[in-house]
């Protein structure tokens, strides 16, 4: 089985056919980068021109960054306001032409790493985090995957995104051991809350897990992701494909 993943991020979009049996991307991923607000109609023109480039014509998966409610899209935190209330299936398929499947971005990712990547095989309680440009957040349980919004608990008055995210850590200009403060007293809070036994740190900072892991302190064991900035690709393919979900 195959489909079209497509991510989008507060700052690009990025997509890949990807084989949904192996987790595979099947060609090298194209990154479009988005350093303004796109409206609705411009960002469906992005999405349109990763399935052109990709000559496609299958079913298509889209990650987006907020709360997807059936086919709609109701918070656009990163994004352009006028995405509340959207209709997100309606929209991209019609640029593209093609079936589309539409969910939130982590939910994506968090489905890739439990099939595929750093969760595959882990039954237990987990939380997955992406830190990018806001923070993306899902729990999974016996394989179910359920996206939250945990970037927008309230720390000092403010949403924690605001404070913890990759993105924070660059506008602050914090070095790795004064961001990994700021996330240790978000940790803290989450797994008051939560109580996982496994933690996966996604989004493209992962990668430099090394940098910050050991100023870290969590109940719960803490891993970087597995599938990287591919995750979230890999994860909207998946749900594009009923079966592959299964």
């Known amino acids: 089985m195959k489909a079209l993943g497509i991510d989008i991020g507060g700052s690009a ?3 890949a056919p990807v084989d949904t049996n192996t987790g595979r991307l099947l060609a090298e ?15 469906a023109a992005t999405v349109a021109e ?40 309606k929209l991209f398929a019609r640029a593209t032409g093609c079936r589309v499947a539409l969910l939130n971005d982590a939910a994506a990712a968090g489905l890739a790493e439990m099939r595929f990547g750093s969760g595959r095989g882990f039954a237990g ?20 995957v359920v996206p ?9 008055g403010r949403s924690a995104e605001r404070r913890v995210s990759s993105s924070a850590r660059k506008r ?45 302190r969590t109940r719960a064991r803490l891993i ?6 591919a995750a979230g690709i890999i994860g909207a393919a998946l749900h594009a494909v009923p079966a592959a979900r299964d």
């Not at 918070?75 to 209709?87: E, I, K, M, S």
């Not at 939250?148 to 000092?156: A, Q, T």
């Open 50 to 89: 990763i399935a052109a480039h990709f000559r496609w014509r299958g079913p298509i998966g889209v990650g987006y960054p907020g709360v997807i409610q059936g086919t709609r899209i109701r918070t656009a935190a990163n994004l352009h306001p006028r995405f509340v209330g959207c209709d997100g299936v």
């Open 29 to 43: 991923r194209l990154k479009i980068e988005t350093p303004e607000k796109l409206s609705p109609a411009r960002l």
């Open 125 to 144: 309680k987990t939380l997955m985090l992406t830190l990018g440009t806001g923070i993306g957040s899902v729990v999974a349980l016996d394989g179910v």
């Open 172 to 216: 602050l200009d914090l070095s790795w051991s004064q961001w990994a403060r700021r996330l240790n007293e978000y940790f803290e809070v989450l797994e008051t809350i939560i109580q996982p036994e496994l933690i996966i740190i996604g989004g493209g900072v992962s990668s430099k897990h090394d940098k910050f892991f050991p100023h870290l």
């Open 148 to 156: 939250l919004e945990l970037g927008h608990l309230p720390m000092k």
């Open 224 to 229: 970087p992701a597995r599938l990287g900035n």
């Open 13 to 15: 979009v990025k997509g």
